[in-house]
């Protein structure tokens, strides 16, 4: 048996990173390169792999938003039933016929007015392919609650005090 090294970040680094021996003017170059392959490709994409990939975004987008620790006010459930109306390139009118309910009841969710029950959530999820879960919908309500809880907790916690009684935690 040898005996273990301790590596420095460096030399890791160096072991696990291809080194990059091109000039400033080959850089540029196969920069320029990649970005017409990524433009073509973009422009030659089907419908279905664009809507799918529109689709996986949003899915990414929610998901690194749910297992982050930050809250933003403007990412609710409505924000995102937009985002993922654009992704799929339907109108609410043509969206809500999709899905079995109104397009007023869509406008509602959107302005987040209304909040949508458990059906409307698997609604979501087969109408993406299960692609963005129904929990994934949940999850982003839940979160959305406690970013209002959060916003609203000092103010609610003054305006609400008169009405409980506060119980007596006197030990004996």
Request: one cysteine or more; a negative charge; aromatic letters at 10%.
């Amino acid at each position: 048996m040898g005996k273990k090294k301790d590596y420095t970040n460096k030399e890791l680094a160096e072991a696990h990173i291809y080194p990059n021996d091109l000039s400033e003017e080959d850089l540029k170059r196969a920069q320029e390169e990649f970005s017409s392959y990524r433009m073509n490709r973009t422009e030659n994409m089907t419908q279905r792999e664009k809507v799918l990939s529109r689709l996986l975004q949003l899915k990414y987008m929610m998901d690194d938003y749910l297992q982050s620790n930050e809250y933003k006010a403007e990412w609710t459930f409505g924000y995102f039933l937009d985002k993922y109306m654009e992704s799929v390139f339907k109108d609410p009118s043509t969206f809500s016929n999709e899905i079995s309910v109104r397009p007023f009841t869509i406008k509602q969710l959107i302005q987040n007015q209304k909040i949508p029950n458990d059906k409307i959530l698997f609604r979501l999820d087969l109408h993406s392919n299960h692609i963005i879960s129904a929990l994934t919908w949940c999850r982003v309500l839940e979160k959305q609650k406690e970013s209002d809880i959060i916003q609203d907790e000092e103010e609610m916690r003054k305006s609400e005090s008169p009405f409980v009684k506060k119980m007596n935690l006197d030990l004996v």
